[in-house]
C-alpha cells in the first residue's frame, strides 16, 4: 500500500461518518423547537433521535445530553419498543466514530442493548435492524468472522417477515461481507437482489441505498467507469427524495464523485469536484461541510505526489479550517499524523520524528485496524529513512501478520517487500532470503487476484447483461399479455355495440338500451383515452403540465363528441317503429331457419 493512498482512507474515516447527517444550525434550532413542542414519550424519543445524532458532527457534548435524555424518556415511558430504539439510535450515533476505541466500545454496548430488548419482547423488526448494524460495525474493526455471523442472523430472522425494506438492507450488508471476504460475484448478486427489491417498492432512498453499493462494488475492482455510473444514478435519486437534508447529501455526494475520479488517476477532474462541493457547501452557510471537500484535497497533493502542494494547503485558511474542526473532536493526532506523512515524503525527517511521537500511543490503541496498521505503516516508512531499521522491522512485522489474517494481501506484499530490504540493510541475509520468498509469494497472490478482478468485471458484465435480457423478456411478456389485454376489450365493446343494434331491432325496452348504451359508449371512449394516454409518453416525456394540457385537450374533444354520438344512437334505438321492420324479418328469419331444423 503506497504512503499517499493512506491518508485518503485515514481522515476521511472520522469525517464522512458523520457529514452524511450533516445539518446546518438553523436545522438544529428547528429540531430543537420540535422537541419542546413534542407531549409524548413517542414524539420526544423522535425528536431526540434526529437531534443527538446530528450533533454528532456539531457538538459531541450537546449530542450526548440529548442521547442520554433519549434513553432516560424511553426507559421511563416502559415502552419496549421505544426503548428498543433508543438503544438502537445511541448506538447508530456512537458508530459514526468507529475509529475511535471508546466510541466503538459504546456502540456496541448500545447495540447489544437493544438487541437483547427486541429478543426479549420478540420485536423481530427491531432484531434484524440491529444485527444489520452490528454486523456493518463489526466490518470496520475489522472482524468479518462476527459480520458475518451477524448477517448470517439477519437473513435467516428477516425471511420469515414480511417486511422488503428490511430484506433490501439485509442484502445490501451480505453484499458488504461477502465483498469483505473478497466473494465478488457473490456480492454482486446480493446488490442487485437489494436494488430489484428496492424498485418494486419505488423507494428512492433505497434504490439510491444500492446504487452506492453498486458503485463501492465496481470501484473495488477497479471498473471506475461503471461505478461513476452507478454514483451519479445515486445522485440523481437525490431529486425523487423529500427530506431536509438533500442539499448536504449533495454535498458529499460530489465529493464522492471527486473521489472516483482520482481512483481513475484524473486528478485535475477530481480537484474540480472538491473545489465545487466546498463551494457548495459554503453557499449553503455551513462550514462543517467543507471538511470532505478539504481532506479530499489535502489527499490527493499526496496521491500526486506533490507534498509541498500538500504541505501549502494543509497550512493555508482552507487548511487551518479543516484543522480547527479536526481539534474542536479531540483529532489533534490526526492532523499530527497528516504533518508527519507530509515531512517524511519531504525527506524533512527531523520534523516528522517530532510529529511521529506526538502521535504515541493515539493510534497504537485504535479499536479499528485498519486505522492501525496504516498509521504502522507510515510510521515504517519513516524509520527506514532515519536508519531505526529494527524499529521498522517490529513495525512491519505486525502489519503483515494484520494483513495475512484479515486478507489484505497487498499490505502482506508490500510489508514482505520492505521487510526483505531492511534484513538486507542489517546484514541478515537468510531472514532476508526468507521474506523475499514471500514477497514473491504474495506477489503472485495479488498478480492472481488482479486476474480474478478482471474474472470479477467479466463476471460482473455477464451477470449484468443476464439481468438486461431477463428484464428485456418480462416487458415483453407484459407487452404480450397487454396486447391480449387490448384485444379482449376491443372485442368486449364491439359485442356491446352488436347487442345494443340487435335490443333496438327486437323491441327491447327504452331502458335496457339506455342502459346497454351507456356502458357501451363509456367503455369505448375510456377505451381510446387510455389509447391516447398510453401512447403520449413518447411527445410529452412524462413532464406533468404537458400530460395535462395533453389530456385537457383530448377531453375537449372527445366528451361532447361521446355525448352528441350517445345521444343520437340511443334516440334510433329507442324511437317506436325505427327498427321494427328489421327486427320482424330477423325474428321470422330465425324462426323460420328453427322450424326448418325441426321438420328435418
Not at 427486541?118 to 456493518?136: E, G, R, S
Not at 507530509?342 to 525527517?349: A, G, S, V
Not at 498478480?447 to 455477464?462: G, I, S, Y
Request: proline residues 1%; contains cysteine.
Amino acid at each position: 500500500m503506497s504512503t499517499t493512498k493512506i491518508m485518503v482512507w485515514l481522515i476521511a474515516c472520522f469525517v464522512y461518518s458523520v457529514t452524511a447527517y450533516s445539518q446546518d444550525a438553523a436545522a438544529i434550532d428547528t429540531a430543537k423547537k420540535e422537541l419542546s413542542k413534542a407531549k409524548t414519550a413517542a414524539e420526544k424519543v423522535k425528536s431526540l433521535d434526529l437531534l443527538s445524532r446530528m450533533l454528532m458532527n456539531v457538538n459531541l457534548q450537546e449530542s450526548e445530553k440529548y442521547g442520554e435524555q433519549l434513553i432516560e424518556i424511553a426507559e421511563e415511558s416502559r415502552d419496549r419498543e421505544l426503548m428498543v430504539k433508543s438503544y438502537l439510535s445511541n448506538g447508530i450515533r456512537c458508530s459514526y466514530w468507529a475509529g475511535t476505541k471508546d466510541y466503538t466500545s459504546r456502540s456496541l454496548e448500545y447495540y447489544n442493548k437493544a438487541l437483547e430488548l427486541a429478543k426479549q419482547n420478540k420485536l423481530h423488526k427491531y432484531v434484524v435492524a440491529t444485527l444489520i448494524k452490528l454486523a456493518a460495525l463489526h466490518l470496520s474493526i475489522p472482524d468479518k468472522d462476527k459480520a458475518s455471523a451477524y448477517a448470517s442472523q439477519a437473513s435467516s430472522k428477516v425471511s420469515v417477515l414480511d417486511n422488503d425494506s428490511l430484506k433490501t438492507l439485509v442484502s445490501h450488508i451480505q453484499g458488504d461481507v461477502t465483498m469483505a471476504k473478497n466473494a465478488k460475484i457473490e456480492a454482486l448478486r446480493y446488490y442487485l437482489v437489494a436494488l430489484r427489491l428496492a424498485e418494486q417498492l419505488r423507494d428512492p432512498k433505497l434504490i439510491r441505498e444500492s446504487y452506492l453499493k453498486l458503485a463501492g462494488f465496481y470501484a473495488g475492482i477497479e471498473d471506475h467507469d461503471r461505478a461513476f455510473d452507478f454514483a451519479t444514478l445515486a445522485f440523481n435519486q437525490l431529486s425523487k427524495i423529500d427530506e431536509k437534508n438533500v442539499p448536504y447529501i449533495m454535498i458529499t455526494d460530489i465529493n464522492t464523485l471527486g473521489n472516483l475520479y482520482s481512483l481513475k488517476k484524473n486528478y485535475e477532474l477530481a480537484i474540480k469536484y472538491y473545489q465545487r462541493s466546498v463551494k457548495m457547501a459554503d453557499s449553503l452557510k455551513f462550514s462543517n461541510l467543507q471538511v470532505p471537500g478539504y481532506v479530499s484535497l489535502l489527499n490527493i497533493y499526496l496521491m500526486m505526489d506533490k507534498p509541498e502542494k500538500a504541505l501549502e494547503f494543509f497550512n493555508s485558511v482552507e487548511g487551518e479550517k479543516l484543522k480547527t474542526f479536526l481539534k474542536n473532536f479531540g483529532l489533534v493526532s490526526v492532523i499530527e499524523q497528516a504533518y508527519a506523512i507530509i515531512y517524511t515524503n519531504l525527506n524533512k525527517l527531523d520534523s516528522a520524528g517530532f510529529y511521529f511521537k506526538k502521535t504515541a500511543g493515539y493510534f497504537s490503541n485504535s479499536s479499528n485496524g485498519y486505522v492501525k496498521m496504516n498509521h504502522y505503516v507510515q510510521e515504517a516508512f519513516y524509520y527506514k529513512k532515519t536508519g531505526e531499521n529494527n524499529k521498522a522491522i517490529d513495525l512491519l512485522q505486525e502489519v503483515k501478520s494484520f494483513g495475512e489474517k484479515n486478507g489484505q494481501l497487498e499490505l502482506v506484499e508490500r510489508s514482505c517487500k520492505y521487510l526483505d530490504t531492511l534484513y538486507n540493510i542489517i546484514g541478515d541475509y537468510k531472514t532476508a532470503s526468507i521474506y523475499n520468498s514471500m514477497y514473491h509469494l504474495f506477489k503472485d497472490s495479488l498478480q492472481k487476484t488482479n486476474r480474478e478482478k478482471e474474472l470479477a468485471q467479466v463476471e460482473a458484465q455477464d451477470e449484468q447483461d443476464r439481468l438486461v435480457k431477463a428484464a428485456e423478456l418480462a416487458s415483453e411478456k407484459k407487452r404480450q399479455r397487454n396486447n391480449i389485454q387490448y384485444l379482449a376489450i376491443t372485442i368486449g365493446i364491439i359485442t356491446l355495440f352488436l347487442l345494443l343494434v340487435i335490443f333496438g331491432m327486437l323491441r327491447v325496452s327504452a331502458t335496457t338500451i339506455k342502459m346497454v348504451g351507456f356502458f357501451a359508449f363509456l367503455m369505448f371512449f375510456e377505451f381510446i383515452f387510455l389509447i391516447f394516454k398510453k401512447n403520449i409518453y413518447s411527445i410529452t416525456k412524462g413532464e406533468p403540465w404537458m400530460d395535462l394540457l395533453f389530456m385537457i385537450g383530448l377531453a375537449a374533444i372527445l366528451l361532447p363528441l361521446h355525448h352528441w354520438l350517445e345521444h343520437k344512437v340511443l334516440h334510433l334505438l329507442t324511437t317506436q317503429n325505427r327498427l321494427t321492420t328489421a327486427g320482424s324479418f330477423f325474428r321470422s328469419w330465425v324462426f323460420k331457419k328453427s322450424n326448418q331444423v325441426n321438420d328435418q
